[in-house]
């Protein structure tokens, strides 16, 4: 990237649409940025697509502190593209790139170039770290502040993992390909096939394995939900919120393409594009039952050895992939909202399973271990010890040594809860 050459009209424009419908219309950030780039141009020979989209994507994060600045100033209800043009400034300054006359004039006469780094050092944690007040206050309430501020300035950087798909090659060829692709990456101690990406000459996404489906861009934290099952060889398992099919997909690959697995969803959309993921990865599809239908209130005639209850939530443990979720957990009672039907679902698959995982991308306990505890103290069940590498609970909660917490400045992956239990339900 030469700043020097750079269309910075171009490139706040892009800045400012992409948060425009994240803020209206709740878009996530790929879904933003592709939007946008149909209106404005996303590359040229002095900035790439992916160099713009990195740039959006920290733009995105960084907003509740680029309006607390401005708001601090005395400055409310700013256009997208003043804040946008206020962001690109604090960036080309980060990065020790010169400083287009054009936006250093532009930031000189709507802010005050002396003010700038005053008004950040009167910031509070919250605005500093770039999160909604309430959520910074519910962890520091949790864990205390600086446990909370460890977990969210973490959440402010991405870490990528890859799965190797033992369906379609084996774990030492698809090493040798990223290394040949001049990818560097760690090898995850007990767990061979996940890595951890450190260096990359181009987007994982874009690597051969994953073009070809025999690797997997996912989470280290969704891959020990599903080792939390075990899954074997001939289990019948219940996937009570299985779109787009991620985890459907490791569950085969764990069962070696021989379990029989139900999938349950209540989006055809989503079910249909999981049918060709599936088929992608190399999964056996006649041994993959998918049903249109609300996890909540299906009756199924048979009983599940396990089932994987990944319910809908908050998303507040993705903010790493996603930054777009911050501006969504602007509404705090989207968390509670969420517990109702976590509740109602997990409460079901017990009716129909012998021993489930229960799963959040949260790193609230409303999502978490608030749920678990009500489930138990309701029905004849009781929660088990899967040997996976993660952390424990919330302290707070008096099961927190029964359940598991994937913390992003500890455990180097998104922020999960995780609890398995076995149901005795008749």
């Known amino acids: 990237m030469k700043s020097a050459s750079l269309n910075v009209d171009n490139i706040v424009s892009v800045l400012a649409n992409v948060i425009y419908l994240i803020e209206n219309f709740h878009f996530n950030i790929d879904k933003a940025f592709t939007h946008t780039c149909r209106k404005y141009r996303c590359h040229s020979q002095n900035i790439t697509r992916e160099d713009l989209f990195n740039i959006a994507h920290e733009f995105v994060s960084k907003y509740i502190l680029i309006k607390s600045m401005t708001e601090k100033m005395g400055k409310r209800n700013l256009s997208y593209r003043l804040h946008a043009k206020l962001f690109l400034f604090f960036k080309l300054r980060e990065m020790g790139m010169p400083i287009p006359s054009k936006l250093r004039k ?50 402010n950087k991405r870490i990528v993992w890859i799965r190797i798909n033992t369906l379609k090659i084996d774990v030492d060829k698809a090493l040798n390909s990223l290394e040949r692709e001049g990818v560097r990456f760690e090898v ?102 998918m049903i ?78 608030e749920v678990v505890e009500k489930v138990i103290a309701n029905n004849n069940a009781e929660l088990e010890n899967p040997p996976i590498p993660a952390s424990r609970g919330y302290k707070k909660y008096k099961i927190w040594s029964k359940v598991y917490r994937t913390y992003p400045h500890i455990d180097d992956c998104q922020g999960f809860f995780i609890a398995r239990i076995r149901s005795f339900a008749v």
């Open 106 to 155: 532009a930031i000189s006469r709507d802010f005050g170039i002396e003010d700038i780094d005053y008004v950040y050092m009167d910031l509070d944690t919250w605005q500093k770290l770039s999160y909604p007040k309430w959520l910074y206050e519910k962890l520091v309430e949790i864990a205390g502040s600086e446990e909370a501020e460890n977990i969210l300035n973490a959440m």
């Open 292 to 369: 249109l239908t609300d996890g909540r209130t299906i009756r199924l005639s048979k009983r599940a050895d396990v089932s994987l209850v990944d319910a809908p939530c908050s998303s507040s443990g993705a903010i790493p992939k996603d930054p777009s979720i911050k501006i969504l957990l602007k509404n705090p009672n989207i968390p509670r909202k969420m517990h109702q039907i976590q509740v109602a679902l997990l409460e079901n698959a017990l009716k129909h399973s012998e021993r489930l995982v229960y799963a959040t991308c949260s790193i609230l306990p409303e999502e978490g271990e």
């Open 188 to 289: 995850l101690k007990n767990i061979p096939f996940l890595v951890k990406i450190t260096s990359s000459p181009r987007p994982p996404r874009n690597l051969s394995l994953v073009k070809e489906g025999s690797a997997v861009i996912q989470d280290k934290a969704s891959v020990l939900t599903v080792l939390a099952m075990d899954p074997k060889p001939g289990d019948i398992i219940y996937d009570f919120a299985s779109a787009p099919g991620i985890k459907t997909s490791l569950i085969m690959q764990l069962a070696e393409n021989k379990a029989h697995v139900i999938a349950l969803d209540r989006s055809p959309r989503r079910l249909n594009s999981m049918r060709s993921l599936l088929k992608k990865y190399g999964v056996d599809i006649d041994r993959v039952q």
